[in-house]
T-cell receptor, first 111, second 113 residues
Framework: DAKTTQPPSMDCAEGRAANLPCNHS???????VYWYRQIHSQGPQYIIH???NNETNEMASLIITEDRKSSTLILPHATLRDTAVYYC????????????FGTGTRLKVLA | DTGVSQNPRHKITKRGQNVTFRCDPI?????LYWYRQTLGQGPEFLTY????????KSRLLSDRFSAERPKGSFSTLEIQRTEQGDSAMYLC???????????FGQGTRLTVV
């Protein structure tokens, strides 16, 4: 599976959009981009995933560049409860959930 | 269903002792995964089961580690002769074969003193 690169930390004001970037320049054509987050002392929680097209669900939006070498997770209206470590992962679309996690981005939402 | 359940949540053990953790996956999830997470790092894959068959093991899983899933339901992870370097959070996850996502438990935090 391809590796990902994320900034180690980011701050965001409460109520504003949080835009978390991820670089996955070695991604293969059959690899999906997944985002998970981990709130302190809990297990990782699924947020969203995508292959080529932009995706949106009740939690977030995922914007994938046309060349698929990078993506951005958008939390439209960040709240204090969104403070967490966010992991960007690439995974082959079929088969196991053998994720390769990096060190993620520590997002701090400020009041 | 209350999600993936892991027990105990915390375990403190003396170096050299054996420890065993349990994971109860979400019902009907036939895939089960173990990960290890050390402080400041992302989770690292250890092993994976499909039903009762252990299909993949990471080279991180030394011969002191053994995982089982005897009836394709719950799983246990045993660490023999624990070392201080084994101190970590041990996470379990489960999924359906065609599921979109893997669901993680809260983890078991092991401290070896």
């Amino acid at each position: 599976d391809a590796k990902t690169t994320q900034p180690p930390s980011m701050d965001c004001a409460e109520g504003r959009a949080a835009n978390l970037p991820c670089n996955h320049s070695t991604i293969s054509g059959n690899e999906y981009v997944y985002w998970y987050r981990q709130i302190h002392s809990q297990g990782p929680q699924y947020i969203i995933h995508g292959l080529k097209n932009n995706e949106t669900n009740e939690m977030a939006s995922l914007i994938i560049t046309e060349d698929r070498k990078s993506s951005t997770l958008i939390l439209p209206h960040a709240t204090l409860r969104d403070t967490a470590v966010y992991y960007c992962i690439v995974r082959v679309g079929t088969g196991t959930y053998k994720y390769i996690f990096g060190t993620g981005t520590r997002l701090k939402v400020l009041a | 269903d209350t999600g993936v359940s892991q027990n105990p949540r915390h375990k403190i053990t003396k170096r050299g002792q054996n420890v065993t953790f349990r994971c109860d996956p979400i019902s009907e999830h036939n895939r089960l995964y173990w990960y290890r997470q050390t402080l400041g790092q992302g989770p690292e894959f250890l092993t994976y089961f499909q039903n009762e068959a252990q299909l993949e093991k990471s080279r991180l899983l030394s011969d002191r580690f053994s995982a089982e899933r005897p009836k394709g339901s719950f799983s246990t992870l045993e660490i023999q002769r624990t070392e201080q370097g084994d101190s970590a959070m041990y996470l379990c996850a489960s999924s359906l074969p065609s599921g979109i996502e893997a669901f993680f438990g809260q983890g078991t935090r092991l401290t070896v003193v």
